[in-house]
């Protein structure tokens, strides 16, 4: 019984040991600390980049009807994230009087999360169940 004791926190020492120093190196490896509100602002071009540049198209109802309910609430949230990015992006920007680059890019996102309210609401009046129904409704009023 003692020497499975002495074994047991030797081998727990060894173990948290190693793990702090694997945690050190992870740490070390990284530079910089991240700003959580860093998630909110684009990341800043250099002057010297000549091509604009491209962004990707909103999502279609027909593409968002092939995924699942939770796929549907990631890209959700992936587009509230883009759209409170751009809009902050926005605001900065006219407070400093210069001109928003892209303003497609808010309608486009706008336009991506009505189609995935859309979708969400045609499965809901599908459901057999008026009482899933009726739940899944007022979860999409609340999104």
């Not at 883009?82 to 486009?108: D, V």
């Not at 859309?118 to 009046?125: C, G, M, N, Q, S």
């Amino acid at each position: 019984m003692l020497a499975a004791r002495l074994f047991g926190r030797t081998f727990l020492a060894a173990a948290k040991s190693e793990s702090s120093a694997a945690a050190a190196a992870a740490s070390s490896a990284t530079s910089r600390t991240l700003n959580p509100l860093e998630q909110f602002f684009e990341v800043d071009r250099t002057p010297e980049d000549d091509k604009p540049v491209v962004y990707g198209r909103g999502w279609k109802a027909s593409e968002l009807r092939l995924k699942s309910w939770d796929d549907l609430q990631k890209l959700w949230y992936v587009l509230m994230k883009e759209k409170n990015m751009l809009m902050t992006q926005r605001q900065m920007l006219n407070a400093q009087n210069l001109r928003f680059p892209n303003p497609e890019r808010i309608s486009k996102v706008r336009k991506s999360m009505c189609r995935i309210k859309h979708v969400l609401t045609e499965r809901a009046i599908d459901e057999a169940d008026p009482r899933r129904s009726t739940e899944m409704k007022r979860m999409i009023n609340a999104l």
